[in-house]
Protein backbone atom coordinates (compact mmCIF):
# COMPACT_ATOMS: atom_id res chain seq x y z
CA UNK A 1 0.00 0.00 0.00
CA UNK A 2 1.32 3.36 -0.79
CA UNK A 3 2.11 5.84 1.88
CA UNK A 4 2.46 9.20 1.73
CA UNK A 5 4.02 10.84 5.17
CA UNK A 6 5.13 14.50 5.89
CA UNK A 7 7.80 15.32 8.53
CA UNK A 8 9.15 18.23 9.91
CA UNK A 9 6.28 20.86 10.97
CA UNK A 10 6.41 22.16 14.43
CA UNK A 11 6.53 25.56 15.97
CA UNK A 12 8.69 28.41 15.29
CA UNK A 13 9.19 31.88 15.92
CA UNK A 14 9.11 34.48 12.73
CA UNK A 15 12.35 34.50 10.70
CA UNK A 16 13.02 31.01 11.92
CA UNK A 17 13.81 28.53 9.70
CA UNK A 18 11.84 24.61 9.43
CA UNK A 19 12.62 21.71 6.89
CA UNK A 20 9.81 19.55 6.07
CA UNK A 21 10.00 15.96 4.33
CA UNK A 22 7.66 14.30 2.27
CA UNK A 23 7.94 10.23 2.24
CA UNK A 24 6.22 8.04 -0.55
CA UNK A 25 6.51 4.59 0.37
CA UNK A 26 4.91 1.09 -0.97
CA UNK A 27 4.88 -0.54 -4.60
CA UNK A 28 5.97 2.57 -6.29
CA UNK A 29 6.77 2.05 -10.00
CA UNK A 30 7.31 6.09 -10.78
CA UNK A 31 6.60 9.09 -9.73
CA UNK A 32 6.12 12.45 -11.50
CA UNK A 33 5.61 15.43 -9.85
CA UNK A 34 6.08 15.89 -6.03
CA UNK A 35 4.85 19.04 -4.33
CA UNK A 36 3.92 21.25 -1.31
CA UNK A 37 0.43 22.83 -0.58
CA UNK A 38 -0.69 24.58 2.38
CA UNK A 39 -3.79 25.81 3.80
CA UNK A 40 -4.25 28.68 6.42
CA UNK A 41 -7.27 29.07 8.82
CA UNK A 42 -10.60 31.03 6.82
CA UNK A 43 -8.08 30.07 2.98
CA UNK A 44 -8.45 27.69 0.45
CA UNK A 45 -5.57 24.98 -0.22
CA UNK A 46 -2.85 27.12 -2.34
CA UNK A 47 0.12 25.45 -4.19
CA UNK A 48 3.29 26.10 -2.43
CA UNK A 49 6.05 24.95 -4.44
CA UNK A 50 6.03 21.93 -7.20
CA UNK A 51 8.62 19.63 -8.41
CA UNK A 52 7.54 18.71 -12.32
CA UNK A 53 7.77 16.11 -14.32
CA UNK A 54 10.59 17.60 -16.59
CA UNK A 55 12.64 18.82 -13.47
CA UNK A 56 11.32 22.02 -13.52
CA UNK A 57 10.55 23.94 -10.07
CA UNK A 58 7.24 26.71 -9.61
CA UNK A 59 6.80 28.70 -6.47
CA UNK A 60 3.75 30.48 -4.97
CA UNK A 61 4.98 34.16 -5.03
CA UNK A 62 4.83 34.54 -0.98
CA UNK A 63 7.32 32.32 -0.78
CA UNK A 64 9.63 32.86 -3.18
CA UNK A 65 13.25 33.46 -2.53
CA UNK A 66 12.55 32.06 1.02
CA UNK A 67 11.58 28.17 0.48
CA UNK A 68 13.01 25.55 -1.49
CA UNK A 69 11.78 22.07 -2.57
CA UNK A 70 14.16 19.79 -3.53
CA UNK A 71 13.75 15.85 -4.58
CA UNK A 72 15.80 12.81 -3.33
CA UNK A 73 14.43 10.32 -6.22
CA UNK A 74 16.62 7.29 -5.05
CA UNK A 75 14.38 7.94 -1.50
CA UNK A 76 11.22 8.90 -3.34
CA UNK A 77 11.84 12.16 -0.57
CA UNK A 78 10.70 15.47 -1.26
CA UNK A 79 11.89 18.69 1.20
CA UNK A 80 10.51 21.70 1.31
CA UNK A 81 13.19 23.67 3.59
CA UNK A 82 11.70 27.14 4.73
CA UNK A 83 13.51 30.30 5.82
CA UNK A 84 12.67 33.32 6.91
CA UNK A 85 9.47 32.45 8.13
CA UNK A 86 6.49 35.20 8.77
CA UNK A 87 3.41 34.33 10.63
CA UNK A 88 1.61 34.35 7.37
CA UNK A 89 3.23 31.33 6.62
CA UNK A 90 1.51 29.49 9.30
CA UNK A 91 -0.97 26.93 8.01
CA UNK A 92 -1.22 23.04 7.67
CA UNK A 93 1.72 21.66 4.73
CA UNK A 94 0.51 19.01 2.95
CA UNK A 95 2.45 16.79 0.24
CA UNK A 96 1.14 16.14 -2.63
CA UNK A 97 2.82 13.20 -5.56
CA UNK A 98 1.54 12.04 -8.35
CA UNK A 99 2.48 8.38 -8.13
CA UNK A 100 2.50 5.33 -11.35
CA UNK A 101 1.97 2.15 -8.56
CA UNK A 102 1.18 -1.38 -7.95
CA UNK A 103 -1.94 -2.10 -5.69
CA UNK A 104 -3.01 -6.33 -5.22
CA UNK A 105 -3.22 -7.17 -9.14
CA UNK A 106 -4.23 -3.55 -10.24
CA UNK A 107 -2.04 -1.27 -11.61
CA UNK A 108 -3.04 2.96 -11.08
CA UNK A 109 -1.00 5.56 -13.35
CA UNK A 110 -0.17 8.66 -12.46
CA UNK A 111 -2.88 8.59 -9.16
CA UNK A 112 -3.13 12.07 -7.43
CA UNK A 113 -1.61 11.01 -3.72
CA UNK A 114 -1.65 13.20 -0.93
CA UNK A 115 -0.57 13.41 2.75
CA UNK A 116 -2.33 13.98 5.96
CA UNK A 117 -0.59 17.21 6.54
CA UNK A 118 1.84 18.84 9.12
CA UNK A 119 1.30 22.08 11.28
CA UNK A 120 3.84 24.64 10.70
CA UNK A 121 2.86 27.89 12.96
CA UNK A 122 5.16 30.57 12.80
CA UNK A 123 4.72 33.14 15.80
CA UNK A 124 5.48 36.39 16.04
Known amino acids: QVQLVESGGGLVQAGGSLRLSCAAS????????MGWYRQAPGKQRELVAV???????NYADSVKDRFTISRDNAKNTAYLQMNSLKPEDTAVYYC??????????????????WGQGTQVTVSS
Open 96 to 113: NARLTYVSGSTLYRDDDY
Open 51 to 57: FTSDGST
Open 26 to 33: GSILSIDD
